[in-house]
């Protein structure tokens, strides 16, 4: 990140995007609608949206670069770097042409500054603080995971505080969100995240040689054969049960995992890269200890918010958002835990899960 950027970044002042995202609640005031556009390049999505302050999509544009990414077995990042800015300014002309809107009728201009990708997040800092310059708007930093955190308040009625489960390729997060850019952090991972470990474990499996999977992505393979699968037929240890807190660890999972193949291959008579007979087992019993994993530590800190009176028993809510979320067997579990300790279960629609500018603009 260069000088003129990060000088920019200080002038910002904290609190510009609390006062824009609560505007639209003041009571009694008539005022003109305000529209921002949101941008992101935090990882290998280059997304912009434009968002009023009632929450309404005016128009969104996403490029994905998966394609790109499975061909290289995974996210190079000076390649991610170079989509970005090959493809950020019309992804932009496309979401405000979509909306009818001009840069000059914008309140402000939204970026992902953190966490992610540091060549990637440049691309869209760089973008957004020339579109700032040339047209004299205000700069709004956002927190890519307070971002997903916050998605939900676009197409639920949620009211602060409520428990939030971040799940996705990068983090893992458990945390009590009490307001817009307010956050009690309960729980995080130690290590790798759990889109990470999917993604890892369905490289080891080859998964892009199966006839099934040679489109999707790793994680998006994984759940796919464990539908199939029978999870019983290998048993995980699950980690951290030792430990009284709402942290996570994957690393540990992952190097059982790896464990079992090498041992399967031996038991089979193949090389690395070639496909298991047992394939469909193996992902199904990964995915099923990722899932018993995230939802021992979020039953602890369901436990723990009301324990403490940081939630009330009586209208506590469970979030759960992140690329991560959109895996269906994870997202059923948490919703029967949800259930079994009177929860009310929200989860942003799987277009918002994942990377877009619409949370950003939001």
């Not at 020339?130 to 307070?146: A, D, G, R, S, T």
């Not at 835990?337 to 939001?362: K, S």
Request: overall charge positive; proline content about 3%.
């Amino acid at each position: 990140m260069n000088s003129v950027a990060k000088s920019l970044l200080k002038s910002v002042k904290h609190g510009r995007a609390a006062w824009l995202r609560s505007s639209s609640a003041r009571s009694g005031k008539q005022h003109l609608r305000k529209l921002v556009l949101g941008i992101e390049t935090s990882c290998d999505d280059t997304g912009a949206a434009v968002v009023d302050d009632a929450g309404n999509v005016l128009g969104e544009a996403l490029h994905c670069q998966k394609e790109v990414h499975l061909q290289a077995g995974g996210i190079i990042p000076v390649v991610a770097q170079q989509l970005h800015r090959e493809n950020i300014e019309q992804v932009v002309k496309e979401a405000l042409g979509v909306s009818g809107v001009s840069v000059h009728e914008l309140a402000a201009i939204a970026t992902t500054i953190k966490p992610g990708l540091a060549l990637s997040l440049e691309v869209g800092l760089q973008y957004s603080l020339n579109l700032v310059n040339k047209y004299q708007k205000p700069f709004i930093p956002i927190h890519h995971m307070e971002a997903h955190a916050l998605t939900v308040r676009l197409t639920h009625h949620v009211e602060f505080p409520f428990l939030v489960l971040l799940l996705s390729g990068g983090h893992c997060i458990l945390a009590v969100a009490r307001g817009v850019s307010d956050f009690l952090l309960l729980g995080q991972s130690i290590d790798i995240a759990p889109g990470d470990m999917l993604d890892k474990v369905a490289r080891r499996l080859s998964l892009r040689k199966h006839p099934e999977c040679h489109s999707m992505a790793g994680g998006k393979a994984i759940e796919h054969l464990a539908q199939t699968g029978d999870w019983q037929q290998y048993t995980f240890r699950l980690p951290m049960q030792q430990y009284r807190n709402c942290d996570f660890s994957f690393s540990g999972l992952q190097n059982l995992a790896n464990k079992a193949i090498i041992q399967k291959e031996k038991e089979e008579g193949i090389q690395e890269g070639e496909i298991l007979s047992c394939v469909k087992d193996i992902a199904a019993a990964v995915q099923h200890a990722v899932a018993v994993h995230i939802i021992q530590r979020t039953y602890r800190a369901m436990l723990f918010c009301i324990k403490n009176s940081i939630l009330s028993s009586k209208n506590a809510t469970l979030v759960v958002s992140g690329g991560v979320a959109s895996n269906q067997y994870i997202r059923k579990g948490l919703q029967t835990l949800a259930d079994a300790n009177d929860f009310a279960f929200l989860c942003p629609p799987p277009r918002l899960c994942t990377d877009n500018g619409v949370m950003i603009a939001w």
